[in-house]
């Protein structure tokens, strides 16, 4: 959504105990202003809908509180949640981003060909590839930027959390011809791949076409109503007291997103610490071997994913704008599988659950002779994350759209009297706690790319 950069303000110095694990990479909190035109697939949909499902870094519970604080505007005017957005409209938000930490390991540039114009890189875990969601200085084109001084343009997709090769241009105009060559199935891609149980020792071949049924979290499943895909997969090492596997998996066609975790879970082998293909809580005993049956049940009404506020929602109707195709309607099994999958990712995120946010007292808005407006409040919190329950002062003045808090851009959320511990002393939202490491990648690693135009690539093991 974004089309701005980041408007730089005096760093934010957090507690120690916030945010210093040697392991991991910190960028200081910065103001940044989202600008963007309305997409033609998002016309006549509510903007809580569209933010909700094209921006998945934080619950509904979250965008539709910022909503109503008045953070985001159409038009110059402020958006709430049910404000239906229309051709030419021009939306902007202005925020105080926390990026989310990444690992210490470098982007490593493994080769530069000047004459031809790209580079290949190994990217670690963590990092996703270009800017998305909370995510714009710790992107790899960011940090080619920042630590190599080197611009480069995306062409082909690696997920956030998987490691490994990326060739990336170094001019537009080389971008078109990489990108080309990717579209068309002429890299031949190879991955390694940490899975579950011993894999078997012959090569395997899945041909399932793949579908993503929920934007929000991502998912995506095979169905034959998908997008064409095959991979091949081979043993290339089997540790009996893990009882784990390394496998060699394969892709000489253009992939798509997601492609190997699914295939490798659809086998019934997952890879070990994938958190959205491989957890049994979610998927059951098998974790998904054999995919999930679209069809819906015959004896209940069609649903489709599980929704924001109940566990069915118009998921279809949005994969229709989106896609210019009839609803997809979803099997009791899919929507369960949604459902446990976001509610996941709601309790992983309790420190800013903005749904435990309660205003417990009237707000008392006073007009003085110099025209300021004054707003004292009581603020109740329960952060079950934590367990803790407090009562906070709150007192800001506005003057004219000015705060009279030391930000360069007033928050549109209401300001403590004093900051207690654990929320930002500027925009004053709950701060995330650090990540565990290990949660932020998966095994997963883009090995090496063969192409008979640009030659053959690999990453040291």
């Known amino acids: 959504m974004s089309e701005s950069v980041p408007t730089e303000t005096a760093p934010v110095r957090l507690p120690p105990s916030l945010t210093r ?7 200081e909190p910065y103001y940044y202003p989202y600008r963007t035109n309305v997409k033609a697939r998002w016309i006549g949909r509510q903007i809580l809908e569209v933010i909700s499902t094209e921006f998945r870094d934080r619950s509904v519970e979250y965008y539709k509180h910022a909503l109503e604080s008045g953070v ?19 939306i902007e938000n202005t925020v105080h981003r926390h990026e989310p930490p990444i690992t210490k390991s470098p982007v490593l540039v493994l080769h530069k060909d000047e004459a031809r114009q790209f580079i290949v890189i190994s990217k670690p875990g963590s990092v996703p590839v270009h800017a998305t969601g909370r995510y714009f200085k710790h992107t790899v084109l960011e940090l080619l930027k920042s630590d190599h001084g080197i611009t480069a343009y995306s062409v082909n997709r690696l997920d956030r959390l998987t490691s490994g090769l990326m060739i990336l241009a170094t001019t537009g105009k080389a971008s078109t011809g990489l990108a080309q060559e990717f579209i068309k199935g002429h890299v031949k891609k190879e991955y390694l791949a940490r899975v ?54 394969r892709s000489d066609e253009a992939g798509d997103a997601h492609q190997i975790r699914v295939h490798l879970q659809y086998l019934g082998y997952p890879i070990v610490n994938d958190p959205l293909y491989g957890d049994p809580r979610v998927w059951g005993p098998t974790i998904g071997k054999g995919g999930v049956d679209l069809t819906p049940d015959a004896d209940e009404d069609h649903h489709t994913s599980a929704g924001p506020d109940d566990e069915a929602s118009t998921l279809s109707s949005q994969l229709a704008r989106m896609r210019g195709e009839d609803p997809i309607y979803l099997s009791r099994e899919a929507r369960e599988v949604i459902s446990k999958l976001r509610r996941q990712k709601d ?8 749904s435990e946010v309660m205003y417990r007292t009237k707000q008392a808005t006073q007009e003085t002779s110099e025209g300021e407006s004054l707003v004292e409040s009581r603020l109740f919190l329960n952060l079950s994350g934590k367990n803790r329950t407090m009562f ?18 007033p928050s549109p959320v209401l300001q403590f009297a004093s900051v207690p511990p654990g929320f930002c002393p500027q925009c004053h939202i709950p701060l995330a706690p650090d990540p565990a490491v290990e949660a932020l990648f998966i095994y997963l690693h883009a090995w090496r790319y063969t192409t008979e135009v640009w030659g053959e690539f690999s990453t040291p093991l």
């Open 21 to 27: 694990n040697p392991q991991l990479r910190y960028c």
């Open 72 to 90: 985001t505007t159409v038009n110059g005017k402020p958006a709430k949640p049910d404000l239906v957005l229309k051709n030419g409209d021009r």
């Open 196 to 249: 579950r149980g011993k894999f078997p020792e012959e090569e395997q071949t899945v041909d399932q076409s793949l579908l993503t049924v929920d934007r929000q979290m991502g998912l995506v499943i095979c169905t034959p109503d998908g997008k064409d895909a095959k991979t091949i997969f081979k043993r290339m090492f089997y540790d009996a007291e893990r009882d784990q596997s390394v496998v060699h998996c």
């Open 347 to 354: 309790e992983a995120e309790d420190w800013a659950k903005w």
């Open 392 to 409: 906070v002062e709150l007192a800001t003045t506005y003057d004219g759209g000015s705060s009279s808090t030391s930000c360069q851009t």
